[in-house]
């Protein structure tokens, strides 16, 4: 049986991107898998760990922009700086491309372990998940509201800069306040919480997990298939790490990628309606679905995310995020904060996702 608590003491700690603590948790990893009989390869990447804390600001600039051009009549300044504002967050966040966040740079690096078949590979299967956290002032629940009413805000202000009449220009003055406001207090206040988030379910229970298939695999590998178990950082700068590191994948073999983000808050597992972000959405792969689903029921809920495995989609590489229910399937509450503590994660729940990972590893492996 997997110790998960002795695991989990060492990946329920806060390790934000940027940071001593995430370099120390890599050392722990790596010494870890050299426990287990692996070489930890490490690679080095350029993380930008100012890239969203940076965004809230620019948000909440821009619409004090917004209101001096209006209240000074400089209405396509207005008109421009409300255009100029989701093109830079879609740039940011839909594409990766970090504008202002490359003010500053930190480099970071992913753990990882990789497992030979028995015989000639025909295929490369890549369990990850990821280790850094974050905290942030509200959870997605209550940032919900916030996102939902950025883009009708926007057009106000538009149409506002583009006929401007001066009962409509108090509204979209109102509107501007709003919008700069609430995405900084999504995008930015997190940084002066005090009480930073242990990331426990999001996502030191995936690491752990991931640990435990390891060594199963190198126990007994498959017959046909190479194994990458990865530990990504990064994931919670919009991807960035796992980006970095797909796009630097050059191998002749085909690959499919399995990511975890948020397992263990029960046994029963869950899969994203899509990986999502502001322009472009990204559905799992059908084919791995499948064969997951042979294996054990996946409960649908309602809502995308944006997890790791939209990396790999993104290159044109099958993949799936899985995640885990709540009791009810009640929505995931205390995310990025001090309530994803290890009291939160349900052991059985890890020995479940352990054992449903092995299993689907065996069957792609007996594919053809």
């Given at each position: 049986?997997a110790?998960?608590?002795?695991?989990?003491?060492?990946?329920t700690?806060?390790?934000?991107?940027?940071?001593?603590?995430?370099?120390?948790?890599?050392?722990?990893?790596?010494?870890?898998?050299?426990?287990?009989?692996?070489?930890?390869?490490?690679?080095?990447?350029?993380?930008?760990?100012?890239?969203?804390?940076i965004?809230?600001?620019?948000?909440?600039?821009?619409?004090?922009?917004?209101?001096?051009?209006?209240?000074?009549?400089?209405?396509?300044?207005?008109?421009?700086?409300?255009?100029?504002?989701?093109?830079?967050?879609?740039?940011?966040?839909?594409?990766?491309?970090?504008?202002?966040?490359?003010?500053?740079?930190?480099?970071?690096?992913h753990?990882?372990?990789?497992?030979?078949?028995?015989?000639?590979?025909?295929?490369v299967?890549?369990?990850?998940?990821?280790?850094?956290?974050?905290?942030?002032?509200?959870?997605?629940?209550?940032?919900?509201p916030?996102?939902?009413l950025?883009?009708?805000?926007?057009?106000?202000?538009?149409?506002?800069?583009?006929?401007?009449?001066?009962?409509?220009?108090?509204?979209?003055?109102?509107?501007?306040a709003?919008?700069?406001?609430?995405?900084?207090?999504?995008?930015?206040?997190?940084?002066?919480?005090?009480?930073?988030?242990?990331?426990?379910?999001?996502?030191?229970?995936?690491?752990?997990?991931?640990?435990?298939?390891?060594s199963?695999?190198?126990?007994?590998?498959?017959?046909?298939?190479?194994?990458?178990?990865?530990?990504?950082?990064?994931?919670?700068?919009?991807?960035?790490?796992?980006?970095?590191?797909v796009?630097?994948?050059?191998?002749?073999?085909p690959?499919?990628?399995?990511?975890?983000?948020?397992?263990?808050?029960?046994?029963?597992?869950?899969?994203?309606?899509?990986?999502?972000?502001?322009?472009?959405s990204?559905?799992?792969?059908?084919?791995?679905?499948?064969?997951?689903?042979?294996?054990?029921?996946?409960?649908?809920p309602?809502?995308?995310?944006?997890?790791?495995?939209?990396?790999?989609?993104?290159?044109?590489?099958?993949?799936?995020?899985?995640?885990?229910?709540?009791?009810?399937?009640?929505?995931?509450?205390g995310?990025?904060?001090?309530?994803?503590?290890?009291?939160?994660?349900?052991?059985?729940?890890?020995?479940?996702?352990?054992?449903?990972?092995?299993?689907?590893?065996?069957?792609?492996?007996?594919?053809?």
């Amino acid at each position: 049986m997997a110790d998960w608590g002795a695991l989990l003491e060492h990946l329920t700690t806060p390790r934000e991107n940027g940071t001593r603590e995430l370099a120390a948790t890599a050392h722990w990893l790596s010494e870890e898998l050299g426990r287990r009989g692996f070489t930890a390869e490490h690679f080095q990447w350029t993380a930008h760990p100012w890239r969203l804390r940076i965004i809230g600001v620019v948000a909440l600039l821009a619409a004090a922009g917004y209101a001096m051009a209006m209240l000074r009549r400089r209405h396509l300044v207005a008109a421009l700086i409300t255009v100029a504002v989701p093109l830079y967050l879609v740039a940011e966040l839909d594409f990766g491309v970090p504008l202002f966040g490359a003010l500053h740079s930190a480099s970071q690096e992913h753990l990882i372990a990789t497992v030979n078949p028995t015989e000639a590979a025909r295929a490369v299967l890549v369990f990850s998940a990821h280790y850094d956290t974050k905290t942030d002032l509200l959870d997605h629940v209550e940032r919900a509201p916030i996102t939902f009413l950025a883009l009708p805000l926007t057009v106000l202000m538009l149409v506002a800069a583009l006929r401007p009449r001066p009962r409509l220009t108090r509204v979209a003055l109102v509107g501007a306040a709003l919008n700069g406001v609430g995405l900084f207090l999504v995008q930015t206040a997190g940084a002066f919480v005090p009480t930073r988030s242990p990331g426990a379910v999001d996502d030191g229970a995936g690491c752990a997990v991931l640990l435990e298939l390891a060594s199963r695999l190198k126990a007994e590998p498959l017959q046909h298939t190479r194994v990458k178990v990865v530990f990504f950082s990064g994931e919670e700068l919009g991807i960035e790490g796992s980006q970095a590191w797909v796009r630097a994948q050059r191998g002749e073999l085909p690959m499919r990628a399995i990511n975890l983000d948020g397992v263990g808050m029960s046994a029963e597992l869950s899969l994203y309606r899509s990986e999502s972000g502001l322009v472009r959405s990204f559905a799992p792969d059908p084919s791995l679905v499948a064969a997951v689903e042979k294996v054990t029921p996946l409960y649908r809920p309602f809502y995308p995310a944006t997890t790791d495995a939209r990396a790999f989609l993104e290159a044109g590489i099958p993949a799936l995020n899985l995640t885990s229910e709540r009791p009810g399937h009640a929505l995931p509450r205390g995310m990025h904060s001090k309530a994803d503590a290890p009291q939160t994660v349900s052991l059985e729940g890890l020995d479940h996702t352990l054992a449903v990972l092995h299993q689907v590893a065996r069957a792609l492996d007996a594919e053809r």
